[in-house]
């Protein structure tokens, strides 16, 4: 799955050059489900928000909580995902799937980031935040919705 991240993140920079044509491969779906699809990116955003600002005050747990229920493996069912995997091309669903995964670790990491305030532990937990961020940059990149 980190493959799949890493490849999305170098498609990303390739296809942020200016002035160069939008070829990210067009992804169809059905107005409603692409209305879903963009509500639900638009939360995943506002998670991040939250996710900063949260460990910004110190409040890992909180950060934990809100990565783990609006990003991470525990948010697919309300983000409907069984409805939107299929209509989903493969690399699609596996950049999809490397970031819920990418949340739930760091969830677990940022639970005890308080534990470890050295800068080694706070280093792991901006890692992990970064592979979600970069399985979304990286899924923007490539793929576009119509």
């Known amino acids: ?4 991240a890493i490849l999305a993140l170098v498609l990303a920079v390739a296809a942020s050059a200016p ?4 070829d990210r491969e067009m992804v169809k779906l059905p107005e409603m489900m692409r209305q879903h699809m963009l509500a639900n990116m638009r939360d ?3 998670a991040l928000d ?5 460990l910004a005050d110190g409040r890992g747990g909180e950060a934990a909580a809100v990565a783990e229920n609006r990003l991470g493996m525990s948010s ?7 409805h939107m995997a299929p209509l989903m091309p493969e690399g699609m669903k596996q950049v999809g799937t490397s ?5 739930s670790r760091f969830a677990r990491l940022a639970e005890t980031a308080d534990l470890d305030p050295s800068p080694e ?3 792991k937990v901006h890692a ?11 899924c923007h990149a490539a793929y576009r919705v119509h």
């Open 1 to 4: 799955m980190m493959r799949a």
């Open 19 to 22: 002035g160069r044509a939008d």
């Open 44 to 46: 995943h955003l506002k």
């Open 50 to 54: 939250e996710i900063l600002a949260a």
């Open 76 to 82: 697919l069912d309300d983000h409907g995902a069984q």
């Open 99 to 103: 970031m819920h995964r990418a949340a």
């Open 121 to 123: 532990g706070q280093r």
């Open 128 to 138: 992990a935040l970064q592979e979600i961020t970069a399985a979304c940059t990286g």
